[in-house]
């Protein structure tokens, strides 16, 4: 079992940046956890929007590529997605999720909204 909490977001006008982390508690396995983040904006459906496969090799949504930048923290249960030049499109309430066993590398951004864990989401709002 693992518990997933985040912590982050806002409200920000577009262009502006904002940081992400969640943390992964719990019996780890840090040989074999995946996680990312997948968003989900209002009346729309979940998007995958990074993350990091067993391997650590992170992935991306096409969407976000060259303006969100995923990593992990000293210890691989701490995830941070550092979003820039955000853009009113990229409004909506975010997830972090991990997974394990986890073995799939290379991550496909779809994959992650269906994880077995995800936190309780964090409302990322901005203005035009």
């Known amino acids: 079992q693992l518990h997933v909490v985040e912590s982050g977001g806002g409200s920000v006008q577009a262009g502006g940046s904002l940081t992400l982390s969640c943390v992964a508690s719990?019996?780890?396995?840090?040989?074999?956890?995946?996680m990312g983040w997948f968003r989900q904006a209002a009346g729309k459906e979940r998007e995958g929007v990074a993350g990091?496969?067993?391997?650590?090799?992170?992935s991306y949504a096409d969407s976000v590529k060259g303006r969100f930048t995923i990593s992990t923290g000293n210890a691989k249960n701490t995830l941070h997605l550092n979003m820039t030049n955000l853009e009113p499109e990229d409004t909506a309430i975010y997830y972090c999720?991990?997974?394990?066993?986890?073995?799939?590398?290379?991550?496909?951004?779809?994959?992650?909204?269906?994880?077995?864990?995800r936190g309780q989401g964090t409302q990322v709002t901005v203005s035009s």
């Open positions: 990091i496969d067993s391997d650590g090799t992170p």
């Open positions: 999720a991990a997974d394990q066993p986890c073995f799939l590398a290379p991550l496909a951004t779809s994959d992650i909204a269906g994880f077995d864990y």
């Open positions: 719990g019996d780890t396995w840090f040989n074999s956890i995946c």
